[in-house]
């Protein structure tokens, strides 16, 4: 008797899941499909300009963008300069978001596509508001369905947020991440070649510099005793590296933290041009944080201007092996004696 309940009882589970499938799949039949060309969002588009604020909420993750000077910021950052074109394509992706079919209106089916309650973490509400707080624009997004529509195109479930209505729309989204994730993460890119002298200072005082007169000539050590064997070119060129190309890996406004006095490593880059990039680099300890100053003269005055106005109300956690470079001493440089 017990084991015919029990299989009455699994044949019961399947048949509501594939109840459920055919539910979520067919779709809501009392719903007619949208016209082809139909917004999700409609009149998005033609206010695109007038947008000041976009805030993206999954779970307990919220990210909240803000059009500064015409350039979005990421405000859980201070106001940081967002990845400008993520947000953009992101823009046009809501702008040109089309329905396609109506799927479940069901409450207890939306998780199937992705589409619950965003505090859950599965879904992503999107809002968009202009200048003077009015919305523009929100929906939900749901699970992607990728190369599912007609002519092999991405597909994605969303809805609105007052509604239960489930759609299939064409589209696709990348909205993983938190406020880290959003940000304009390039801090600076002074290639290496540029490069013609490096001073590096550590927290005791004790500094090196590396240095060559022409691009096509390898860094030396200045004042390198007559007994001292450097290490091979590429050794001494590294640190001239430590700003080519060097991204964020956090950032925060220089003036919630002052760096510490003691223990900071300080670094110098002179470049051909005339461009000066001076860093602080905090002590180990309290991780790689770093602050900027820049300079310079003549043909570099107008991008030291740029950069400084950019860089300076700012301090930058770099990566731990652009953090190595800069803390490179004399010591580092050569090899070991009698070698």
């Known amino acids: ?60 993750v919220t990210v909240n963008l803000k059009r500064r000077d015409g350039s979005w910021t990421v405000v859980e950052k201070g106001g940081y300069p967002a990845d400008q074109e993520r947000v953009r394509k992101l823009l046009l992706q809501l702008a040109e978001l089309e329905l396609v079919e109506p799927k479940t209106d069901r409450p207890e089916l939306l998780a199937r596509l992705d589409l619950d309650d965003p505090a859950n973490g599965k879904s992503t509400l999107v809002v968009a508001g202009d200048r003077s707080g009015a919305l523009v624009g929100q929906i939900v997004i749901g699970r992607r369905r990728p190369s599912d529509i007609e002519g092999g195109e991405e597909g994605v479930y969303v809805r609105k947020p007052d509604s239960d209505q489930a759609w299939l729309a064409r589209g696709a989204f990348v909205l993983g991440g938190g406020a880290l994730s959003w940000l304009d993460r390039r801090i600076i890119d002074v290639p290496a070649a540029r490069v013609a002298a490096v001073v590096l200072t550590a927290p005791d005082g004790n500094a090196v510099v590396v240095a060559r007169g022409s691009a096509d000539q390898p860094f030396a050590i200045d004042g390198l005793a007559a007994d001292a064997k450097p290490k091979p070119d590429e050794a001494l060129a590294a640190p001239a590296g430590a700003l080519e190309a060097l991204d964020l890996d956090d950032v925060e406004p220089a003036s ?49 201007k740029a950069l400084s106005a950019r860089l300076a109300p700012w301090r930058f956690a770099i990566p731990a092996a652009r953090a190595k470079l800069l803390r490179t001493t004399l010591n580092d440089l050569l090899l070991p004696r009698g070698s």
Not at 7 to 26: F, T, Y
Not at 27 to 45: H, K, N, Q, T, Y
Request: charged share 25%; hydrophobic share 45%.
């Open 1 to 60: 008797m017990r084991r015919r309940s029990l299989i009455a009882l699994l044949v019961a589970s399947v048949a509501a899941a594939a109840l459920a499938a055919v539910v979520v799949g067919r779709g809501d039949r009392d719903v007619s499909p949208a016209p082809r060309g139909e917004r999700a969002l409609p009149g998005f588009a033609d206010r695109l300009a007038t947008l000041d604020f976009l805030r993206l909420r999954r779970g307990n």
């Open 256 to 304: 919630e933290e002052p760096m510490p006095e003691d223990g900071a490593t300080s670094a110098a880059f002179t470049t051909f041009d005339g461009l000066v990039v001076g860093l602080r680099l905090s002590p180990p300890d309290k991780g790689n944080w770093l602050t900027i100053d820049v300079t310079g003269d003549g043909k570099s005055e107008a991008q030291a």
